[in-house]
């Protein structure tokens, strides 16, 4: 075999330029050390840069020893970051699959803020012998550079500009010029390990009496912490200190006679409180439940890749199915990966699992902080825990012996990532049970058509929970046609029977969820005189308007506005509040019902960390009667005493300009009626709509998935979408809309020949450029191309947008004019 003595790396330089391998020579004293995966610094550039990087490939250097200038490596990071050879492959396997970079991949395998960043250190030259005279000579302004570096040995760039209330920059030149102050480098990273101190006893706790006897009695704190310690042999310093009422100056004065010590060891930080969760024991399975088991343990007893869709109705307990499966796994000492859509609005199935498997769960979301994630992945990688629950994300989680991927919900939106990569969480998750001999279990009462056209043809084994756990019927659904309402008289946000049903339910002190799925108080502010609507000075989108702190906001940049008493455009005073929101059902459920607890549940009364658990605790324990929310409602909630649930709106997803609008109306209508009659009450649902007549809206009524599948199958057949087609979304946009509109047609026209002139490509759809649904968000315009192929031709595809798209994008594109492409998209607006 052949010596290794280079290797390829990724280096984060921060742009997509150098998004490539570099060789780098070993060094000779880390020749046996360096291995596929770990973490290095190197120097690039002309400049010499120092950067992190990792390597990704070993080579011998065969063809490459006799090029000069080929650099080597500066070091290796020991910081217990580094990623395996099946990592590095899922990297490679992410840049080809969705056309990211390297290290947009990588950034998806690591913990984030351990990414190393460069700050610029300042230090007075070792060589000026005498800084006295050195003050003295360099009057003004450069005296003062020098005396806060004389009484700091190593300043920062930032420490500089907090402590100097003036612009040093030439001053500090012309220092640096002199050589009379160095600057250096550093690499750091936001994230550092966090150490308790263990204090423990240095003899044998059966000699503690002869060692009390040979002390001074005065010295009755040293012995009453010798007294806890022996029993103990060791604790953490902070406990210590607080169990015995000390200082610690007692604590080194026992250091210094040798009876105790103190060491640092690492300590995990959790983002939940395991001593606040009481453990509970497994239910048993229904009939139903066990069959579904039986199926998918088969296949992971006897390491199969196998993919099953779990479609279970609302109520059915395929949470409880996935513990079954969760405690059968790691029992075969293998770890589990169990995805929910938004962990944030899920905390009730995280509960469920903490309750079930304690410690042994670790917990990953986006609200964590950076030294939590950090702990938590770090406990992953080391094998110390076999369970992870997380969002979209926790995909990534380093887990080295997979048995099971779990995706609750699979249908949801939020398992598409808008970012780089702009990754499908279930491609991920096939990709890494196939690699581990995996099985991956996909859940939801209201699958996506795509995943259920896989099932239809085979490709996923379906298994399906067709009655409630506990038996209970599935609640009565009526719907209401507001235009029947307006007709007759009636232009509340309520109908007639939804308000009837909403006096008897609170008298009979049973709960209520109202849904509505659009935030604020009033949709828009319009002028009655002229017409004018208030909108984003940076958006093409109005105003929604916020009661609570009466302000108009851009719910797409966070742009804020007063309302004006008057109308800009003709100074009519007639500006009207128009369209409803949850703040404006909130405050009518309030009149209408004073003496009843109302809460509401949206992005704006839960942005505080820690805000929705405590409205859903309060629900939980009956202390909120009336339960106003957007779709956060809708996902996975269980409460015993809700026993009517409203949906004001089912148009709203209806009406959106996408292929999807019927799918999403059925899932969101189908999910959020699943929160009624859970337990032993009876539930109701009203539904108000103005297209009762829509097949999305009546098979959801009659809680039939299939009816509405085979309708919505055949409509995505004829007009061409997934999952016989495949989509490609391409957007340009920048602030000059003539010059988006030239790069967009000079984009279209290079796709449209690239595709004309193959001659192995079957049908396919060019649209537009066309202005977006969106024209302007953040300043910027706007254009799209959309484009429609075989599903069969989807390589070929992919080879022509990476050319035109990535490649050559530079060449296609105005100066300042932007392109963003996504070859899966869930959105087309």
Known sequence: MDCIKYCNIVVNT?????????????????????????????????????????????????????????????????????????????????KSTYLCTYYEAIQCLIPRGTALKKKKIYRINDRVLNRDNL????????????????????????????????????????????????????????????????????FDPDKLDQIISSMSQSA????????????????????????????????????????ISITDEKEYRSPVNLKKIKRDIPNDLNHEQRAAY????????????????????????????????????????????????EISLTPQIVEKFLKRFGNNVAVL?????????????????????????????????????????????????????????????????????????????????TPSIESYYEAKKGNYKILELNSRFNSKPLPRVDLVDMRV?????????????????MKDNLLNKKQIILFLNRRGHSTFVSCRSCGYVLKCKDCDISLTYHHKNNVAKCHYCGYRSTVPQTCPLCNSRYIKFFGSGTEKVEEYVKKLFPSYRTKRLDIDTTSQKGKLEKIIEAFEKREIDILIGTQMVAKGLDFPYVTLVGVLSADLTLNLPDYKANERTFQLLTQVAGRAGRHDFKGRVIIQTYTP????????????????????????????????????????????????????????????NEILNNKNLNDFQLLGPNPAIHNKIKSFYRWQILLKYQSIDHEIIKGIINYICKINRSKYLDNNVHLIFDLKPYNIF
């Open 220 to 259: 009755y704190k040293q012995i009453e912490v010798l007294k806890v310690l022996a029993q103990a042999e060791q604790m953490v310093l902070r406990d210590i200190l607080k169990r015995t009422k000390t200082s610690r100056s007692v604590i080194n004065a026992l250091i210094k006679k040798g009876l």
């Open 294 to 341: 039986d199926n998918i343990i088969e296949m992971i007893g006897s390491k199969r890749n196998e993919i099953f869709l779990l479609h279970g109705v609302t109520g059915s307990g395929k949470t409880e199915v996935y513990m079954h499966l969760v405690d059968y796994v790691i029992g075969n000492g293998e770890q589990v990966i169990i995805l929910v859509p």
């Open 135 to 202: 003050l003295e000579n360099h009057l003004g302004k450069k005296s003062r550079v020098l005396d806060l570096l004389s009484q700091n040995p190593r300043v920062s760039d930032n420490d500089l500009r907090k402590k100097l209330d003036y612009d040093f920059s030439k001053e500090l030149k012309s220092l640096i010029e002199k050589d009379i102050i160095i600057v250096e480098e550093k690499l750091y990273s936001d994230i550092n390990a966090k150490y308790k101190k263990i204090v423990k006893v240095n």
């Open 485 to 501: 309402e307006l007709e007759e008289g009636n232009k509340s946000i309520f109908s007639r029977k939804l308000y009837e049903l």
């Open 365 to 445: 979301h986006s609200k964590l902080s950076l030294g939590e994630r950090y702990d938590q992945w770090m406990k992953i990688n080391n094998g110390e825990i076999s369970i992870v629950i997380g969002a979209r994300s926790a995909i990534f989680a380093p887990c080295h012996n997979l048995g099971l991927i779990i995706i609750d919900e699979e249908h949801e939106s939020s398992y598409k990532s808008e970012m780089n990569p702009k990754y499908c969480t279930k491609d991920v998750a096939q990709y890494l049970c196939k690699e581990s001999s995996a099985v991956l279990l996909l859940g939801s009462a």
């Open 693 to 752: 007549d829509n097949y999305a809206i009546t098979s959801s009524q009659q809680h039939n998935y299939k009816e509405f599948y085979n309708k919505e199958i055949d409509l995505r057949k004829e007009f061409c979408y997934p999952p016989f087609y495949g989509i490609i979304n391409i957007i340009v946009l920048g602030k000059e809309e003539s010059l988006v509109i030239k790069s967009s047609n000079i984009i279209f026209q290079k796709i449209q």
């Open 14 to 94: 921060g742009t997509k330029v150098t998004d490539m391998l570099y060789t780098y020579k070993i060094p000779k004293g880390l020749l046996e050390e360096i291995k596929i995966g770990d973490k290095v610094i190197v120097p690039f550039g002309k400049g010499n840069k120092l950067l992190e990087g990792f390597v990704f490939e070993l080579d011998s250097g065969k063809g490459i020893e006799k090029v000069k200038g080929i650099k080597e490596i500066k070091d290796l990071l020991n910081d217990d970051i580094s990623l395996t050879q099946r990592q590095v492959n899922l990297c490679k396997w992410l």
